[in-house]
């Protein structure tokens, strides 16, 4: 199953091959093992030795076959002889958890290893506030709203790089974009020498002709027009996969400081004026997104990481941010607080310890705590650090580690219960084997598709019925809940036409969401079975028609037609479907039928699906390689509603 949903991804698009890639991987922390073994202040003994360190944290050591060539940035422009651009060195790679962004770098590993092994205090940040005729200050413009509307910004100070910690704070950077940024979709990084650049700073978009300027690693200067035909027509650029995040904007945001030189262009590129060197005292960073949240996430975990090698450790100066109806102090590196009952962790524990053991136990995973008698519970605080601390049970989770899972007792269940499948789960199964035993293909394809693939492309009129997602722009073209199955067996279809030998037999079982008032949440979901025949013969119709059949005969329904149904009381004690003409503009007319359905429950005929010949104007909707077959492809396609099946 896993396997066809990443077939179904490759066939979507091309940017879902990093969607599908991403069902595969975890984030991946490489690092010298020498130099990590040195900081962590822990000699080395063996690589079983430390995975079993790695496992008792939550982590995992990869396996490796030997010493590798480590790759050393110099993206610092240096020209120091003794800077080699790789190295030969035994390497660790170390799996770490997806939500885990202080661990994506060697600082964040050393010094949560380092705490967990109580070799280290919890570090106290704080975040210094110049006075107000001293505090650096930077001024969203209105004109940035409709492009990235957010930025948060820090400071630095007297910072000092050796050659790791500073590739270390660059490979931050580029795995924070692939993670939580998503490609520098929702948040982007842009990291300077402050001593280049003057203050106030603004953020402000202007047209794509109007600014020109040094972009980083580049010689001349160039506007934004110039610099992307650059970047677009050159065979190797790494930005370039980023160009499509503004290519719908006429203004691009710029930040600029009091002197108009540009800092950087985001979430492309840096300026060259203000590029960093192992040299730099005085880091800016600037964070601009779309989502507020993940952008103080992405600022907190810089600074915490790399705030240490300031000449005052974990200290941070504070950038005063101006918006048009606001004024905001950042970052806030303050600990978010949590209350967690000790009897409920214990409980789903499966532990019975006290309050103080269990605040040592948090205390080696960076959590400071403190007892409320009256209530029995820990009042938890959760460092900046911590953003994936959301709820009580994710505190329960690092009692569990620091305490040890393989020193939980193992208990009998106090209950004895038989476990099955659901119902419906169980159906869709069986009818999924039954489909694909008649020589179909099963798909999945995104329950978040666009309005026009929902509406427009099947010739449907948008009835308000489909779920939208909120701040739905982040998105790109997922911005509403499929309420059917069509655009993805079509999409799918269209990217396969002359990869796979004709006809074409894909089916897909799966849920669509509606509105629903009568549900507490507003809408509902709804498991359907749709499939779809491409073909250059005539038998599509029948071949659709021959599947209805076939999934009506192992549902043990019976088929009466439609003229011979006088009354409901004429269907006896079974359950039965019949067919009538539709008119539904999807398909072609007088190709297509309406699926009745009418349990021995219910009194009255039900439409529970359609299926018919797909109308022409629709092939046209999808890839040039349709457009240029529809005289010669004849497509069926068949929905259906499964949950009519299951059994009382």
């Not at 270390?168 to 993670?179: E, P, T």
């Not at 160009?243 to 400081?257: A, T």
């Amino acid at each position: 199953r896993q396997g066809l949903r990443f077939l179904s991804l490759l066939s979507r698009a091309p940017e879902s091959f990093d969607a599908a890639r991403s069902l595969e991987a975890m984030p991946i922390v490489t690092t010298n093992r020498d130099q990590f073994h040195e900081r962590l202040g822990i000699p080395y003994e063996s690589d079983e030795v430390f995975q079993e360190l790695c496992f008792a944290f939550g982590i995992e050591l990869e396996d490796d076959d030997g010493d590798e060539k480590q790759f050393i940035r110099k993206d610092d422009g240096s020209d120091d002889n003794d800077d080699q651009t790789q190295e030969n060195a035994k390497l660790y790679r170390i799996d770490v958890p997806a939500n885990r962004y202080d661990l994506l770098c060697t600082e964040g590993l050393v010094r949560a290893l380092r705490i967990f092994k109580e070799l280290e205090d919890i570090p106290k940040f704080s975040v210094i506030v110049p006075p107000p005729d001293k505090i650096i200050r930077i001024v969203a413009k209105p004109s940035v709203k409709e492009v990235r509307p957010f930025v948060i910004c820090a400071i630095l100070r007297d910072i000092t790089f050796d050659v790791a910690s500073f590739n270390s704070f660059l490979d931050l950077q580029d795995k924070l974009h692939f993670n939580i940024c998503r490609r520098r979709s929702l948040v982007s990084i842009g990291t300077h020498d402050l001593d280049t650049v003057e203050g106030p700073f603004s953020y402000d978009a202007r047209p794509r002709g109007e600014v020109s300027f040094v972009a980083l690693n580049e010689e001349k200067s160039m506007d934004v027009n110039t610099l992307f035909a650059e970047y677009e027509k050159r065979d190797l650029c790494e930005v370039a996969e980023y160009l499509p995040l503004l290519e719908k904007f006429p203004n691009v945001p710029f930040i600029l400081d009091k002197n108009d030189v540009v800092c950087s262009l985001p979430p492309i590129i840096n300026g060259q004026h203000t590029r960093l060197s192992r040299k730099t005292k005085n880091v800016f960073i600037d964070v601009t997104a779309t989502d507020l949240t993940k952008a103080r996430i992405v600022m907190n975990t810089m600074c915490t990481m790399f705030s240490e090698y300031c000449a005052k450790p974990f200290t941070v100066e504070a950038v005063e941010v101006v918006y048009e109806d606001r004024t905001e102090i950042c970052p806030n590196l303050n600990p978010v607080e949590f209350v967690a009952k000790v009897d409920y962790i214990n409980s789903l524990t499966g532990i019975n310890i006290d309050h103080i053991q269990m605040q040592s136990l948090l205390r080696r995973m960076q959590l400071n705590s403190v007892y409320d008698k009256p209530s029995e519970s820990l009042i938890v605080q959760a460092p900046p650090t911590r953003s994936d601390i959301l709820h009580a049970c994710d505190i329960e989770e690092d009692v569990a580690i620091a305490y040890g899972y393989n020193n939980i007792e193992k208990k009998l269940p106090t209950s004895y219960t038989i476990a099955k499948q659901q119902p419906l789960n169980k159906l869709s199964d069986l009818i999924r084997l039954g489909v694909a035993e008649a020589g179909f293909n099963e798909v999945l394809t995104w329950i978040l598709i666009s309005r026009e693939e929902n509406f427009a492309n099947l010739r449907r009129p948008d009835d308000g019925s489909a779920v939208e997602i909120g701040r739905a722009k982040q998105f790109g073209e997922y911005r509403v809940c499929r309420t059917s199955l069509l655009p993805g067996l079509l999409k799918t279809t269209s990217h396969n036409l002359g990869r796979i030998p004709l006809p074409l037999r894909l089916f897909e079982i799966g849920d669509i969401v509606r509105m629903d008032p009568t549900h507490e949440v507003l809408a509902s979901n709804r498991r359907k079975l749709a499939a779809i025949y491409c073909g250059q013969g005539s038998e599509c119709f029948e071949v659709m028609h021959g599947l209805l059949d076939r999934v009506m005969t192992f549902n043990n329904v019976e088929f009466i037609p439609e003229n011979e149904i006088k009354d409901s009381a004429d269907c006896g004690d079974k359950n039965v479907f019949s067919l009538r003409e539709s008119s539904s503009p999807t398909y072609f007319p007088r190709r297509q039928a309406e699926i009745l359905f009418k349990s021995r429950h219910q009194s009255d005929f039900e439409v529970i699906g359609q299926f018919g010949i797909l109308h022409p104007e629709i092939l046209s909707k999808y890839s040039e390689k349709t457009r240029k077959k529809q005289v010669e492809l004849l497509i069926s396609m068949m929905e259906i509603d499964v949950e009519v099946f299951v059994p009382y």
